[in-house]
Nanobody, 124 residues
Framework: QVQLVESGGGSVQSGGSLRLSCAMS????????MGWFRQAPGNEREGVAT???????TYADSVKGRFTISQDNAKNTLYLQMNSLKPEDTAMYYC??????????????????WGRGTQVTVSS
């Protein structure tokens, strides 16, 4: 069974940076896609970035140019580098696994496994 564990969240001031990590285990499929999502209180869960096994990435318009998704296959770890953080980036961040292709338009309910999340708080 796929297990995902996020880490790296915290509190930063506006303009700061954080790097989130997602430790992945139990993946046996040779074709899959990973995504980062976020959810702020009172808001729906929204896609932030995705990456597939070919390294193809997609991003939400709100984070393009500021966030970078990457994956270290040797360490079985997914990353989200977040720069130039804004207060509106404050949310719980989740990594998710889908056992086929995905993009930023893939709905959250189409992902197969989720981590428990890590909180990111950006103060102005």
């Amino acid at each position: 069974q796929v297990q995902l564990v996020e880490s790296g969240g915290g509190s930063v001031q506006s303009g700061g940076s954080l790097r989130l990590s997602c430790a992945m285990s139990g993946i046996t499929s040779s074709w899959y896609c990973m995504g980062w999502f976020r959810q702020a209180p009172g808001n729906e869960r929204e896609g932030v970035a995705t990456i597939d096994i070919f390294g193809t990435t997609t991003y939400a318009d709100s984070v393009k140019g500021r966030f970078t998704i990457s994956q270290d296959n040797a360490k079985n770890t997914l990353y989200l580098q977040m720069n130039s953080l804004k207060p509106e980036d404050t949310a719980m961040y989740y990594c998710a696994y889908r056992s086929t292709w995905c993009s930023i338009s893939t709905a959250s309910h189409d992902y197969n496994y989720w981590g428990r999340g890590t909180q990111v708080t950006v103060s102005s």
